[in-house]
């Protein structure tokens, strides 16, 4: 594959912090926040070299208390800055979750537009990568239920730098969650200019006529190598935004393949797949040939990570809903 | 000498007009000129009686639950009169008298507790954040709101105050943390007022003082005497002279008394002794700074009595305007949930159902 002179061949972790060397290039507001980002690069180098070329007032590591992180980025926010926090896991999330709902969320509504919070939180999520307790865990759909949040997760490095640049962008809170698991899984030629994509609006993968399948994140890889395995001429959407969900590209595809098939890592109940599946089936109802079909984690705490593959679908999980869904 | 020192401190303890009267002309000199302190006496009573009636709005359903401010004035108007217009009050509900100094519109306090966003759209040019309902966790956005301005390099400045509960609650520490660690320019302002709702300020910490409470993220501490204005103004000038200076932050301790209940929904005699509310009557930070005018020739008998009527006709007038502005738009809370509203939230809000098929009416015909 060549690259033309205006793109740099890059993984998806690469894609993150060449989209925020980018935007601080650009934007003197941008402020990074959080634990090790600075000298150390971040956990998982996604900061690598930032400190650096913007300085230790821009690049800043902070006490470790993923609430200040939060709370403070807030009012950095109120105050004219577009900090991008990160923080470091999805799983400790926990302590920054009232700053989020009670206060993030709300600032833009409760002061009806007098304070806004244009921040990009940064979370690395979900699991397979042979982790910790609560570094492996998949909790997109708590913060897609908030109101005033927008929640985005990309699956490829051209996709992470522009919905990061688009997310920095924004004028509200955004909760941008990095797949780490593909964090290094494969280079694309990536832009070497900063570069937009819309949020809310889904990608279609490949085409297909027999049956759509829906996933984000980790799971888009996933749902490839299903596709890519089964007889059937799959449709694979991978949303890119959770919140605000494409409902149109899902529907446009159910209603052409008849045939619905939602992936994710998180809890099978009450999960994204859910409100994915209820919605093609009210809007989707009179095209369907089978019911949508969820595939997802179990309801089970998620496992220490000997066991964690046989938590997290796979292409055979996937490919055993496809078939049942096709057989119906 | 195998045990030595390795940390001493001691907390000060700051007085000026004591409750029985005596004035310390050394601290006191120069904090607050002759010339403003008459309208800060009728700014103090205009406040008391906006206090006082919006306890009778409640009462006869004119308001929802509010919480009186009364006792407890000085703390926030001292942080007021020792700031500047382009510096930012990141407040609680106690601090009326500061905020309305600092320029919110009595209007929005008002409007607030009547159930109504419209009184959190502070105007523009007012450094104020709304009303915080949860308990301690505004003090982080004062970090954030001051470290955006030591970013900006404006010199501005943000105070926060906050409950002797709210010093329990993580986030306090977790500011007190950050405004220390990255020599944030923010005081942080405790007022001590004995209760959180029922639960005294004993339980809240085993410490002698708040005070101390921001020994431990090294920034310096002080009490003052909170009914004291003198006292608070002192304190405020000191720590908004070293935030400014880029020294850090400061927390202060206002050693102060909820006279009244925590709001309209609390009755403080079931956990309160008379005893006690009766030693903090007589402690009343007005009446204190009123005596002390009267003496120094100041104020009067005929001032006050005019400040009265005064603050009676702009108290109407305030609450007729917060009574009679026009009712929201029925879907007026949809406007400001995202700058640029998503497909189905239009739809929710044009369609006024939540009914996911009946959004849709013509799928269904």
Redesign the interface.
Known sequence: MTTAANETEMTLVQAVTDALACEMRLDDRV?ILGEDVGLNGGVFRATEGLQAEFGA?RV?D??L?E??I????????????R?VPELQFEGFMG?AY??LC??AARF?????????VPMTVRVPHGGGIHAPELHSDAPEAIYAHQ??L?VVMPATPYDAKGLLIASIR???PVIFFEPKRIYRAFREAVPNEAYTLPI?KARVVTEGTDLTVVAWGAMVVEAAKAAEQSKASIELIDLRTIS??D??TILASVEKTGRCVVCQEAPLTLGLASEIS?LVT??CFLHLEAPVQRVAGFDTIMPYYKLEMEYLPGPDRINAAIDETLRY | MPITTAYETRIDHVSILDEHGVFDETLGQDLISEDQLPAIMEHLVFCRQLDEIAFKLQRSGRMGTYPQNTGQEMPSLAAALAIEKAD?LVTCYRENTGLFWHGLPPECILLHWMGD??G???P?GVNA??IAI?IG?QM??????????K??KTGAI?VTFFGDGATSE??FH??A??AA??KLPVVFCCQNNGWAISVPSSVQSAGETFAQRGISYGMPCVRADGNDLFAMTKVMKDAVARARAGEGPTFIEAVTYRLRDHTTADDARRYRDAGELETWEARDPLPRLRRWMEAKGLWDKSQHEKAMKSGEERVAEIISNAEEIAAPDRSE?F?????DL????KRQRDSKRTT??GQ?PE?LA
Do not use: C
């Open positions: 402020i007032d800043v902070s006490p208390a609430s200040g939060i709370g403070s980025s807030i009012g950095l926010a109120m105050n004219g800055m900090p302590p009232d700053q009670s206060h833009r509504t409760r002061t009806r537009g007098r304070f806004t109101p005033g927008k924004d004028p509200d809310g605000p969900l409902e149109d209820s009210e809007r | 930012w966003e419209r959190n759209h502070i523009a954040t709304p949860p966790t982080l956005h004062a970090a954030g709101l001051g470290w955006a301005e970013a900006k943000a993580g986030d977790e500011a943390n950050f660690s990255l809370f406007d400001h949930m995202y700058a998503p497909a189905s939230l996911s098929l849709f799928d």
